[in-house]
Every structure is written in C-alpha cells, then in structure tokens.
C-alpha cells in the first residue's frame, strides 16, 4: 500500500491534488458567498472551446483553455453587469456556444484524441512537472490577491451597492473574482475535469459555510476539506482502478452526507439537552 508514494506520478497528482483543492477553496468561497456559482460553471462548461482550439492550433492545453476561460470570464462580467435581467439566456449561451466550438476544433483536427475524457472528468495521474508550476502559480497570485484586497473583496461580497458608495471598485472586484474562477477552472481540468470542477468549488466550501463565522475561516477550511476529498479520490481512485475525478467528487459527496447526518444528530441531541 505505502508503495503507491515512491511513484513519482502518484507524488505529483498528491502535490497536484493539494495546490488545486486550496486554489478550488479559495475562489469557490468567494463565488458562494457572491452567488456566482451559475456564472462559474458557464465559464467551466465554455472553457472546452479553448481545448477544442488548443488541439487544432497545436498549443498548449492550460493556454488555450485558459485564454478562452479569461475571455468568457470578461464577456459574462460585461453582460452581468450591464444585462442582468437576461443574465440565465446569456449563461445557457455562452455554456453551449463554448461547448459546440471545442466539439468542432476537435472534429476538423486531424488523428484520434484519446485523451479527450480526461478533460472533461479529470485524469490527476497525468499531471506533469510544468502542470504542478502553472498550478502553483495560480495559487500563489490568488493568495496575493486576497491578501491585497481582502478588505474590498468582503465588503462587496456583502453589500455591492454599499461598497461602491464608499469609493470601492466593486465592478473591477467583481471581474477579478470572475477571473479567479476561470483560471481555477483552467488548472482542475486535470485534476476533476470540466464537467466536475464546480462539484469541487462548492461541496467542501457549503460544510465550510456552516461551520465558520467568518469569509476568511472559510477560506481555509474550504481549502483544507477540499483537499482532504482530493487526496481519499485519489486514493480511492488508484486502489480500485476508477476515473480520478469521478472517484474525488463521490468523495466530497459523501463528506457533505456525513456532515448532514452528524449534524442532524448534533441539532437532535442538543435539542433534547435543552428540553
């Protein structure tokens, strides 16, 4: 069993795992707490026209990915912002026009894309050395972005409105945690894949959410619960020979079940204490 961590493949999924779930904690609070959370997974879902492009062109996977990511990122803030009452058509459109552009890159790029799949649902044992740095990187710009504008960040997570009134750009925060969306979104394909990544942005940050009194607390819980089920996935995944990013999102499902259970149990017993 301790065999499988001298693997250098199953040292950089673990490494791999970690960074992602802590990137995934972070920004998933944030688009909870600002309820963002559809516009998250039109991005997620979008973000195949960039690998569709990327396999077309010939370059990186995380660059075309994320490229078109930032674009869908910056068009859903613009549309949002100045189109809010139509916001559900634009989402469903810019979900599926996404989509349809990575299917047809994919059709007209010559030879048989096996590895298509692991985009979408995850493939964490591929991951390379330079797919641990793009990774890295990302989490360390979002911790240096929160910890520069946390103050901003909070107060037009609770009151946009009120923020703006006192000079606070609420319009350029809310863009940036778009971007932060999509740039996790970019660096989970390997990790859950597109189909899943809003699964792992969301299921450890709502135990969170219940358990922490604060934006920062949950942060960091978020980040730990998440990857503590990306490393059980992981694991899961390799003793039974199950698709990663599948394995880690029934994970964290059974995680967020365990926590309505001991809570009920919790609530019923402190009830009956009081009575």
Not at 136 to 145: G, R
Not at 151 to 168: K, N, P, T
Not at 200 to 228: C, D, F, K, N, Q
């Amino acid at each position: 069993m301790m065999e499988i961590f001298t693997y250098d493949f199953m040292q950089n999924a673990m490494i791999a795992g970690i960074l992602v779930s802590f990137c995934a904690g972070i920004v998933g609070s944030l688009i909870v707490v600002n309820r963002m959370v559809f516009l998250a997974g039109g991005i997620a879902h979008s973000s195949y026209g960039g690998i569709g492009m990327a396999l077309y062109l010939g370059i990186p996977i995380f660059l075309g990915a994320g490229i078109f990511a930032a674009l869908s990122a910056l068009l859903i803030a613009w549309l949002t912002i100045e189109h809010r009452e139509r916001i559900d058509s634009f989402i469903g459109l810019i979900w599926a026009v996404g989509m349809a552009i990575g299917v047809l890159f994919t059709d007209i790029t010559p030879g048989y894309h096996s590895d298509l799949m692991s985009y979408l649902f995850g493939s964490i044992l591929a991951v390379s050395k330079s797919d641990l740095y793009a990774m890295a990187l990302l989490l360390a710009v979002i911790l240096l972005l929160v910890h520069r504008y946390y103050r901003e960040i909070l107060a037009v997570s609770y009151d946009s409105q009120y923020a703006s009134l006192r000079g606070i750009p609420s319009r350029l925060v809310y863009t940036m945690l778009l971007l932060g969306a999509a740039m996790t979104v970019v660096v989970s394909i390997k990790v859950v894949g597109l189909i899943l990544v809003i699964a792992l942005m969301t299921i450890p940050t709502y135990i969170a959410e219940r358990v922490t009194r604060s934006l920062y607390s949950m942060m960091i819980v978020s980040g730990i619960l998440a990857a503590i089920f990306t490393l059980c996935g992981l694991l899961a995944s390799y003793i039974f020979d199950l698709t990663s990013g599948a394995s880690i999102i029934l994970v964290s499902a059974t995680g967020l079940m365990v926590y309505f259970v001991v809570s009920a149990i919790y609530r019923r017993i402190l009830y009956s204490t009081e009575e």
